[in-house]
């Protein structure tokens, strides 16, 4: 079975665009979540996707925001991008949202933001 | 809110020997769940080993073990016969029912020939 992939792996940006990320989870995965990693904050967990609906969502600025589609494939945004947003972004999928499944990882996106 | 710390942020170790990682967390569950996640210079973070907290035996993968003690909330990493593909950052990391999962700040592992 394929594992969870990512698209772009690595992408450049200047200050104030955005950016869109994929993440498609490993099939038959219903449940994506996403953490942003650098190596100031280390893995801080950015928002979770079930059926098309965020369940949870961490502790970040409204700039940040996901979907996920019908086929659980999800995406995030960013708008108005900052020098602090640079940073391996990762995406997690699991069959179902619960404590009881484990979180499978993609390869990541590395953003940098100049 | 849950908080997990690693205390080693490095350390090595030669091959064929073996390594424990530390790592506690502060909670007042009872049912939650740990993992192990190693990431390589790949960055692809990659599972380890899992320990569900209701069951008293420590998990085991092949040559990585767990020392799982609930009551003192520690939840320790051994690799035995280390490899020098086992050269990543390990990351230990909470999570209970419905929520999102918590890491700890990681331990680089280095193995040397």
């Known amino acids: 079975k394929a594992g969870v992939t990512q698209t772009p792996r690595y992408l450049i940006k200047t200050r104030g665009q955005q950016v869109t990320l994929s993440c498609s989870p490993i099939?038959?995965?219903?449940?994506v979540s996403w953490y942003q990693q650098t190596p100031g904050q280390g893995l801080q967990f950015l928002f979770e996707?079930?059926?098309?609906?965020?369940?949870n969502k961490g502790n970040f600025p409204g700039r940040f925001s996901g979907r996920q589609f019908s086929n659980s494939r999800s995406e995030m945004n960013v708008s108005t991008l900052e020098l602090g947003d640079s940073a391996l972004y990762l995406c997690?999928?699991?069959?179902?949202?619960?404590?009881?499944?484990?979180?499978?990882f993609g390869p990541g996106t590395r953003l940098t933001v100049l | 809110a849950q908080t997990v710390t690693q205390s080693q942020p490095e350390m090595s170790v030669q091959e064929a020997e073996t390594v424990t990682l530390s790592c506690t967390y502060d909670?007042?569950?009872?049912?939650?769940?740990l993992f192990w996640y190693k990431q390589p210079p790949s960055r692809q973070m990659i599972l380890v080993i899992r320990?569900?907290?209701?069951?008293?035996q420590n998990a085991t993968e092949n040559r990585f073990s767990v020392n799982f003690q609930k009551a003192a909330k520690s939840f320790s990493l051994k690799i035995s016969d280390s490899q020098l593909g086992d050269t990543a950052m390990y990351f230990c990391?909470?999570?209970?029912?419905?929520?999102?999962?918590?890491f700890g700040k990681g331990t680089r592992l280095s193995v040397i020939a």
């Open positions: 997690a999928s699991s069959i179902r949202q619960g404590a009881s499944d484990t979180q499978y």
């Open positions: 099939s038959g995965h219903r449940s």
């Open positions: 996707y079930f059926s098309e609906t965020q369940r």
């Open positions: 909670t007042s569950e009872n049912n939650y769940y």
């Open positions: 320990q569900e907290a209701y069951k008293q």
């Open positions: 990391a909470f999570m209970k029912h419905g929520t999102p999962l918590v």
